[in-house]
């Protein structure tokens, strides 16, 4: 193989599939102005993956997201394919084959398409290389686990869990996977982008100085929701309607506020030791969750970072993270 | 020239033969077959040959020298010649008849003989494939834990080198299942008009315990400043008044708490927060989950103290007997607790005898034969059971024919721990106090099987340690009915009496 980077290499070392290629951690050893020198670990960007034998994914969870995780692993690279997907409902599993037929010509097997409850396991046991999870967050760690167990490298949306038990058994998972040499990449796709590498480059070079305060925002309008419908089970209808209830989304928070908090845990270096917050529903249509939250995290040298998130149409939007620094700041 | 080579060439061979001699001697003296020859606690072998590092999947044994010496290159050599000498100086001084192996192979010693790397050095990976969910939960909490002493890979894994029969480390959901009924079942708690020590009946069960009337009066609590071994904490001396009250002959027996768990433990934890449960008016009494491990050690049970019981456990089991028995039963403070302890006395013990004889610690203390009758005559302690529990009838009462108040197993009390408690009573005296009003630990008394006389004085305090005690427990949350690392802990309790009114 003439590339630098093998595609062993970029599944043994670093990352697979997801939006961007992100490969071979480069190491950029900088001074900051008070004489700290700090390691920092990126990972290198490429514009696509490296070339090599064919790569075969199989999709668990063939919604909206699924859908669009499908095609970007296949747009990644020259020589992947999906061969396997995996839904509870057959109108999503058909929608998502049509689409990737349609925009990538990638046709997918009769023999390979799964339906059930037990899908995600004849997915991963159909002789796939990758496996790529998005369905509601609730079943990640179920999926995840059994992926690791066969020995599969994984893609896997954010948020990975929605409770303690979840987490627990994501980290225990990941640590198999890392002592099996398996590599797994998450949907929080801010840690694979340029630019905001490049900016946590110069803030950890202390180009803010030391950081003294934190926010970051999700808000946005109302999000999708499906009204009940009387041909379908009450499991049926939370499972099409899930972004709305907190047992399988994990509330929003921690299904799509993650992405911005994930972000201040990195800058910051740390993570939450206390933290007080409020709440409520307002406009919702269906489910359990509130539609807008306030949170106040204190780190463990004092340092607050406020969050705050939304999902109500027809107020001041902003998604972004904003960093204080005693030199200056980052947004 | 010449002259220097005669010298290097020698030297060269001296040298050759002094390092293979030390590598052949490394080699033969850290075999199986050599630790062996002079360990002559046979069990140890059997033991190993029993565990599975004997019996492995792969068919690798591992030896004596790779779980008890640190691998080569860290601190290998020191190590085995600081253990060489050690075992030397054993084989040719002491008695092997007289070491407790038992004491010995228990926890808080087997750490001192295993070096923690020598499990990580083979057991690279806390994560294989093949690892249990419970195992993941656990191992994933080892990882995050802070690095301390008392975390110890055989916290858990304490047969991994060496077998033990009945060790479990595990949910334990059968646990005090009785397998027989019972031939008498009482019906009707003891009927009680006056003040008299009487026997208890537990109602619904085959158990009886015997209830001592404790009358009130005077006394000096806590030490002189020059009594030995004395703490800081066990002054400044306040004169305290009690009233009368019923207590325990003897500590909470295993009979008596199983009699509770029975009737009120629940299998799992309910998820039930509306029903019933959140009434306000709800007069039923939450009993234990089950165990994790086996708390009563493989000791055995039925009249040995009950221990591994947390504080709030005590504290539930006396609730439910004063349900069931419609009398107030709870803890003592630990002002009765002492006032029980002395019996009349103001000495550092029930009985005669001072505290630096009958100590056994330090170079000189095998030496030193003082006569220990006496306190062996009243005191289960390190100089008489170092390992382990004894039934109460094993010594002798102290003259409020209460038995064990000193050793066997230190109990509970009522109050919060203060270094400070006694400083905030005032100094004309005060009457039944039950100390600071809140506070993170609660105060233990007494002593246990495991203290040295210095500890078991009628004045000495100590208190819970939470977070030590609950180390190795690797349930999420952790229990709140029993300690994973404390065995040496168990309760007497106390029963109420109104001289006015009669009632208890």
């Given at each position: 193989m003439k590339n630098s980077i093998s595609r062993r290499n970029f599944l043994g070392k670093a990352a697979a599939a997801g939006a961007a290629g992100a490969v071979m951690p480069s190491l950029i050893n900088s001074c900051a102005p008070d004489g700290r020198i700090k390691d920092v670990i990126l990972p290198e960007f490429l514009d696509q993956a490296p070339d090599g034998p064919e790569l075969k994914a199989g999709l668990i969870g063939c919604g909206g997201r699924g859908t669009g995780a499908a095609t970007q692993f296949i747009s990644a690279g020259p020589n992947l394919k999906v061969t396997a997907l995996g839904d509870v409902f057959i109108d999503r599993l058909n929608s998502c084959r049509e689409s990737l037929k349609e925009k990538k010509d990638n046709e997918v097997a009769d023999e390979n398409c799964f339906i059930g409850f037990d899908a995600f396991q004849k997915v991963i046991d159909s002789g796939v290389d990758v496996i790529i999870l998005a369905t509601p967050p609730f079943f990640r760690p179920e999926h995840f686990a059994a992926a690791v167990n066969a020995r599969k490298h994984v893609f896997m949306e954010k948020p990975v869990a929605v409770d303690p038990v979840g987490a627990r058994s994501i980290m225990a998972t990941a640590k198999k996977a890392e002592s099996m040499g398996l590599s797994v990449v998450t949907g929080t796709q801010?840690?694979?982008?340029?630019?905001?590498?490049?900016?946590?480059?110069?803030?950890?070079?202390?180009?803010?100085?030391?950081?003294?305060?934190?926010?970051?925002?999700?808000?946005?309008?109302?999000?999708?929701?499906?009204?009940?419908?009387?041909?379908?089970?009450?499991?049926?209808?939370?499972?099409?309607?899930?972004?709305?209830?907190?047992?399988?989304?994990?509330?929003?928070?921690?299904?799509?506020?993650?992405?911005?908090?994930?972000?201040?845990?990195?800058?910051?270096?740390?993570?939450?030791?206390?933290?007080?917050?409020?709440g409520s529903r307002q406009r919702r249509v269906t489910g359990d969750q509130f539609d807008n939250f306030s949170v106040d995290f204190v780190l463990d040298n004092g340092v607050h970072v406020h969050s705050m998130c939304r999902q109500i149409n027809g107020c001041e939007n902003n998604v972004s993270e904003y960093v204080q620094g005693t030199l200056g700041s980052s947004n | 020239m010449k002259r220097?080579?005669?010298?290097?060439?020698?030297?060269?061979?001296?040298?050759?033969?002094?390092?293979?001699?030390?590598?052949?001697?490394?080699?033969?003296?850290?075999?199986?077959?050599?630790?062996?020859?002079?360990?002559?606690?046979?069990?140890?072998?059997?033991?190993?040959k029993q565990s599975v590092?004997?019996?492995?999947?792969?068919?690798?044994?591992?030896?004596?020298?790779?779980?008890?010496?640190?691998?080569?290159?860290?601190?290998?050599?020191?190590?085995?010649?600081?253990?060489?000498?050690?075992?030397?100086?054993?084989?040719?001084?002491?008695?092997?008849?007289?070491?407790?192996?038992?004491?010995?192979?228990?926890?808080?010693?087997?750490?001192?003989?295993?070096?923690?790397?020598?499990?990580?050095?083979?057991?690279?990976?806390?994560?294989?494939?093949?690892?249990?969910?419970?195992?993941?939960?656990?191992?994933?909490?080892?990882?995050?834990?802070?690095?301390?002493?008392?975390?110890?890979?055989?916290?858990?894994?304490?047969?991994?080198?060496?077998?033990?029969?009945?060790?479990?480390h595990g949910g334990n959901e059968s646990f005090g299942m009785q397998d027989k009924e019972p031939e008498i079942i009482y019906d009707e708690p003891a009927p009680v008009s006056s003040f008299y020590s009487f026997t208890e009946y537990i109602p619904g069960s085959s158990v009886s315990f015997e209830m001592i009337a404790v009358p009130g009066g005077e006394y000096i609590m806590g030490s002189p400043e020059n009594e030995p071994f004395r703490e800081k904490d066990e002054g400044p001396q306040v004169k305290v008044t009690i009233s009368e009250f019923f207590m325990g002959k003897v500590e909470v027996t295993w009979d008596e708490y199983l009699a509770f768990y029975a009737q009120t433990s629940s299998e799992g934890r309910t998820t039930d927060t509306e029903g019933s449960r959140a009434r306000s008016d709800a007069d039923a009494i939450s009993g234990a989950t089950p165990p994790y491990g086996q708390p009563d050690q493989n000791w055995g049970m039925g009249d040995r103290p009950v221990i591994s019981i947390t504080h709030h456990a005590a504290e539930n089991y006396c609730k439910w007997l004063s349900q069931v028995t419609g009398k107030t039963y709870r803890l003592p403070t630990e002002a009765e607790w002492e006032y029980a302890c002395r019996a009349g006395t103001q000495t550092p013990?029930?009985?005669?005898?001072?505290?630096?004889?009958?100590?056994?610690?330090?170079?000189?203390?095998?030496?030193?034969?003082?006569?220990?009758s006496k306190i062996n005559t009243f005191v289960i302690y390190h100089g008489n059971s170092p390992a382990k529990t004894q039934e109460p009838d094993a010594v002798k009462p102290n003259p409020f024919r209460l038995n064990n108040m000193l050793g066997n197993v230190a109990e509970f009390c009522s109050d919060w721990y203060s270094a400070e408690a006694y400083s905030i009573y005032p100094e004309s005296g005060i009457a039944d106090p039950s100390g600071p009003t809140s506070g993170e630990e609660r105060v233990i008394r007494g002593g246990s099987f495991r203290d040295q006389a210095g500890n078991l004085r009628s004045a000495a305090r100590d208190h819970t340690k939470t977070d030590q005690w609950l180390r190795t427990d690797p349930q999420i949350p952790k229990s709140k009915w029993w300690y994973s690392d404390c065995y040496h802990v168990g309760f007497r309790v106390v029963c109420e009496y109104d001289q006015k009114t009669g009632n208890y």
């Open positions: 801010r840690r694979h982008k340029r630019d905001y590498a490049s900016t946590y480059a110069q803030v950890a070079a202390g180009a803010i100085g030391e950081i003294v305060s934190a926010n970051c925002y999700w808000n946005t309008g109302k999000l999708w929701h499906r009204d009940p419908n009387a041909e379908w089970t009450e499991m049926e209808y939370m499972i099409r309607d899930w972004v709305n209830w907190c047992w399988l989304s994990g509330d929003h928070i921690v299904e799509q506020h993650v992405h911005n908090l994930d972000v201040i845990n990195w800058f910051t270096g740390k993570h939450p030791v206390q933290a007080v917050g409020f | 220097f080579w005669i010298i290097f060439l020698p030297g060269v061979v001296l040298g050759m033969t002094l390092i293979l001699g030390s590598n052949k001697a490394i080699r033969v003296t850290s075999k199986n077959e050599f630790c062996a020859s002079c360990h002559i606690h046979p069990q140890a072998t059997t033991s190993w590092h004997y019996i492995t999947r792969s068919g690798d044994k591992t030896g004596c020298v790779e779980c008890h010496l640190p691998p080569k290159g860290q601190g290998h050599i020191p190590a085995k010649i600081r253990t060489g000498l050690r075992d030397l100086w054993g084989q040719l001084f002491k008695d092997p008849e007289e070491f407790d192996w038992e004491e010995k192979s228990r926890l808080e010693n087997a750490r001192k003989h295993v070096p923690e790397i020598t499990c990580l050095n083979c057991h690279e990976t806390l994560f294989t494939p093949e690892l249990s969910k419970e195992g993941e939960e656990a191992h994933l909490y080892y990882d995050q834990a802070e690095k301390t002493d008392d975390l110890h890979c055989i916290n858990c894994h304490l047969n991994a080198g060496h077998y033990i029969e009945g060790y479990m013990y029930f009985f005669e005898g001072d505290p630096k004889d009958f100590q056994r610690t330090g170079f000189l203390s095998g030496i030193r034969k003082n006569d220990t």
